[in-house]
């Protein structure tokens, strides 16, 4: 059973009992201010407002929105710092500890890493190998991209920073603040983040019009079954860790990696045709077998060892595995 916050267990003591600072639905409902605080200002303003001439990919719209979602990174991580720290419930220090900034956690960090390439086992061989990125990697040319393409900084550092800011750093301690059962922390909060996303499809719609209504609607049902999962995932690595450096660094690596292939062959990235000799290439079926094992592998190596990875003197929860 997991055990609540040392920060939260001294505000109900035996002498003296108190009833949360907060409850459940107020912080479902601080959740939900939140992300309209972080997604509303993308359509105040014709900068940031995407119509069938300027798509989110822009880069001044994503220089602005970078502005606007750091502000209520902010914003929301201030109100929730204060929540903590009122009424005696937290010190500065828990109260830092609690969203996640101190201590940093770099093993941590290293270790949820760590986990998570074991269960992209498959699509780091895939891409490494079979497509031959370690290539691009001995050149750096993708760490060149993340700082040069405006659409990749956004990516994998802006997005996956600004979003655990808001959506574990600021977001988690509230739930347990308010005595949330971890299950429904872990399962609830996520959900919101998930719901985050769905003004991709507004966007989608307007700079895509000739795209039929179903698809469009099928491609946000999709996109919020994965944000969701990812968010659960990224919770239990946070409580976990007690590190907001952690949920960021491996964020940024599931936006690098994507959804892993889950059928078909492997095929080098180049496609079946030889860009150098214009012959069909046939690709083996080995790279096919192997990758197959590997994302299985993976998989049973990332249930193996979850607990033990996750395992921290800075966790914000104890659960036992």
């Not at 459940?24 to 995407?50: D, G, K």
């Not at 941590?108 to 290539?135: H, I, N, Q, S």
Request: hydrophobic share 45%; glycine share 4%; with cysteine.
């Amino acid at each position: 059973m997991p055990t609540i916050p040392s920060f939260i267990t001294r505000y109900f003591t035996k002498e003296e009992p108190k009833p949360p600072p907060i409850s459940t639905r107020a912080a479902v409902s601080l959740l939900v201010i939140y992300t309209v605080i972080y997604v509303a200002p993308f359509y105040l303003s014709p900068r940031t407002r995407p119509s069938p001439t300027l798509t989110r990919d822009a880069p001044s719209v994503i220089r602005a929105r970078i502005k606007s979602v750091l502000l209520s990174c902010v914003v929301c991580s201030l109100i929730t710092f204060l929540i903590l720290t009122s009424e005696s419930l937290a010190t500065t220090a828990e109260a830092l500890h609690a969203l996640g900034y101190w201590p940093v956690g770099l093993v941590e960090t290293a270790k949820c890493f760590l986990l998570t390439t074991v269960l992209f086992a498959g699509p780091l061989y895939e891409y490494l190998v079979v497509d031959e990125g370690w290539r691009e990697w001995i050149a750096l040319r993708p760490v060149a991209e993340v700082f040069n393409e405006p659409t990749r900084w956004r990516n994998i550092v802006a997005g996956p920073y600004t979003e655990e800011v808001l959506f574990r750093s600021a977001s988690v301690p509230l739930m347990l603040a308010a005595q949330t059962s971890v299950t429904s922390t872990i399962f609830v909060s996520p959900l919101i983040f998930g719901l985050a996303h769905l003004h991709h499809a507004y966007e989608f719609r307007v700079t895509h019009p000739g795209v039929p209504f179903t698809a469009v609607v099928l491609r946000s049902v999709v996109q919020l079954s994965y944000t969701t999962l990812f968010g659960a995932y990224a919770t239990f690595l946070y409580l976990r860790s007690g590190s907001v450096l952690a949920v960021f660094v491996v964020h940024a690596f599931c936006n690098c990696m994507g959804l892993p292939r889950v059928w078909g062959r492997v095929y080098p990235d180049e496609g079946v045709i030889n860009n150098r000799t214009g012959k069909v290439f046939r690709p083996s079926v080995i790279w096919t077998v192997v990758y197959y094992i590997l994302l299985f592998a993976g998989a049973f190596g990332w249930y193996r060892y979850y607990g033990v990875l996750t395992e921290s003197p800075n966790a914000l929860v104890t659960i036992k595995m």
